[in-house]
């Protein structure tokens, strides 16, 4: 979702509020309230400025909570513009994985960064509930009776702050992790843009409805507003739209509906790595045309050549392929190209050590005893190779998970080989007491 936060800096620039128009919640409540009478009397309310000043009096009121701050603003401004309001309490939380002050007031919760500005204005106490659906209703109604558009420059005004408003708050609802409610705020924002006269089309807003609705798992909608999107000639960062399409059709059990996606999306966007991944995937699991999937990998690597996971991923291909001698060519690439990538190194581990697995087996069966020898010794030589990548693999791999993984192949390769020598009997009480920490 990268177009949320190119538009989130435009959108903070927008919430910078005139002091001297700030009105207390009372009378912000009462001015709606006379708007709000006016519309209902005949003699006013087939004028245009009757609904205007309606729409405007229910966006003074949504902003009284915020009051005169703006998104970017340090904790000394606040203090020096905040008219002497307090926080009730403050303390340290995480937002969308960052670190942040939160200061609670008694209608509002403010996050600041590490950096101390503000980055998210939280309404906690509106002064009307719905204020911003009531305000793109009296626009729009606005516009119905300004039969001669005289108004138009006001309304457009209006319709503008609304459609922002409701974006502003998509934005906050992403970031606190609330998709559902993003994906509903989103739609808004982007039913007020088109609303007439603005008549504006917010692709922006449409895409990030389908992308958080899609977060959310609510497919149907996001495939619906993913569709709407590329309609509108928007299908996100390197037609991922396609890629999330493929996504959901794989979900409802149509994976036909899926490959024609990527196609489709690889036709338009042959640069996108979600596309060719999602392709990629999509041929390992069907089986299909096989040497498609190194056509694909190609035009990959020269989208990103220093990608050492596109390595990874055709190692994987061949030793499903049963190609044993590229596959490990492949992983060593990978981690040639990039040393601190611990999934090369497990890539070349896992094949060995399946393939010493696989001759032990054979042997197993074996009944002739120079043959039996034979295999044994090939099941040494393939177990004793998976030793060093996974051993490389532990040493650069920060995950602990993982590390505990292959510790695990590590224990009981080197279980095997303890008796021949001490240093495999160390690295077998190593690896056998490694338990994360």
Not at 45 to 54: E, F, L, M, Q, S
Not at 367 to 389: Q, R
């Amino acid at each position: 979702m990268k177009k949320l936060f190119l538009v989130l800096a435009l959108a903070a620039t927008l919430q910078v509020f005139d002091a001297q128009a700030q009105k207390s919640p009372e009378a912000a409540k009462a001015a709606v309230e006379k708007a709000q009478a006016a519309t209902t009397n005949p003699k006013q309310n087939t004028k245009a400025a009757t609904w205007i000043k309606y729409g405007q009096t229910l966006l003074d009121a949504y902003n009284v909570p915020a009051g005169n701050l703006w998104l970017g603003m340090s904790a000394q401004e606040l203090a020096y513009i905040g008219g002497g309001e307090k926080p009730v309490s403050e303390e340290g939380v995480t937002v969308a994985g960052q670190p942040m002050v939160k200061q609670t007031y008694s209608n509002k919760n403010l996050y600041f960064n590490q950096d101390g500005l503000l980055q998210i204005i939280e309404v906690t106490a509106p002064v009307l509930d719905g204020a911003l659906d009531s305000a793109l209703e009296a626009f729009s109604q606005a516009a119905a009776v300004d039969a001669k558009g005289q108004k138009t420059k006001d309304i457009v005004a209006g319709l503008q702050q609304v459609a922002s408003k409701f974006s502003e708050e998509a934005y906050n609802q992403y970031t606190f992790g609330n998709a559902a409610e993003a994906s509903t705020l989103f739609e808004k924002a982007a039913e007020a843009a088109a609303t007439a006269p603005l008549s504006q089309i917010d692709t922006n807003s449409v895409y990030n409805a389908a992308y958080t609705a899609w977060m959310s798992g609510n497919n149907d909608r996001a495939k619906s507003f993913f569709n709407k999107s590329i309609a509108l000639g928007y299908a996100g960062t390197d037609g991922d739209a396609y890629a999330k399409l493929a996504d959901i059709a794989v979900k409802s059990g149509d994976k036909a509906a899926s490959k024609e996606y990527l196609e489709e999306g690889f036709s338009k966007y042959p640069q996108s790595q979600s596309i060719l991944v999602g392709l990629i995937n999509y041929y390992i699991e069907s089986g299909e045309d096989t040497g498609r999937l190194f056509e694909l990998l190609d035009e990959a690597k020269k989208n990103e050549p220093n990608n050492a996971s596109l390595y990874y991923v055709e190692g994987n291909i061949n030793v499903k392929l049963g190609n044993g001698d590229a596959a490990v060519a492949a992983y060593r690439k990978c981690c040639e190209i990039n040393p601190n990538y611990e999934f090369g190194y497990i890539g070349e581990g896992v094949y060995f050590y399946n393939k010493a697995a696989e001759i032990a087996e054979k042997a197993s069966n074996e009944m002739d005893d120079a043959k039996y020898m034979a295999l044994m010794g090939e099941f040494e030589n393939a177990l004793k190779s998976c030793i060093a990548p996974f051993e490389k693999a532990f040493e650069v791999s920060k995950d602990s998970e993982v590390k505990v993984g292959v510790s695990e192949y590590l224990k009981n390769a080197c279980y095997r080989f303890r008796t021949e020598d001490a240093s495999y009997q160390e690295k077998y009480d190593k690896y056998a007491a490694y338990n994360g920490e």
